[in-house]
Nanobody
Framework: QVQLVESGGGLVQAGGSLRLSCAAS????????MGWFRQAPGKEREFVAR????????YYADSVKGRFTISRDSAMNMVYLQMNSLKPEDTAVYYC????????????????WGQGTQVTVSS
């Protein structure tokens, strides 16, 4: 079965960095787009970034553009989210997700989800 397992969250001061990892299994990877989403308390889940499994295309939410970088390691079936210049408003549970096709920013378009990892940015 499909499994997405996130890791790498934690507590960091504003201006700091974290790298989130997502270990994927059970997918035909070349058919999927991998995305990162986040959900803060009391807010809806929001799109952060996505990447074609081929790595040829990436796309970011305006709120993280220039600070976050999504990447993947096809050999290891891993997806990463490097987060730099973190702000308190980046505090959320971060989720890795998989969608068939490309161009999707809505959580409804993603069919597989990980359990999430907490990122807390202190001011």
């Amino acid at each position: 079965q499909v499994q997405l397992v996130e890791s790498g969250g934690g507590l960091v001061q504003a201006g700091g960095s974290l790298r989130l990892s997502c270990a994927a299994s059970g997918l035909t990877f070349s058919s999927y787009t991998m995305g990162w989403f986040r959900q803060a308390p009391g807010k809806e889940r929001e799109f952060v970034a996505r990447i074609r499994w081929s790595g040829a295309n990436t796309y970011y939410a305006d709120s993280v553009k220039g600070r976050f970088t999504i990447s993947r390691d096809s050999a290891m079936n891993m997806v990463y989210l490097q987060m730099n210049s973190l702000k308190p408003e980046d505090t959320a549970v971060y989720y890795c997700a998989a969608a068939t096709g490309w161009g999707f920013n809505s959580p409804d378009d993603y069919v597989y989800w990980g359990q999430g990892t907490q990122v807390t940015v202190s001011s």
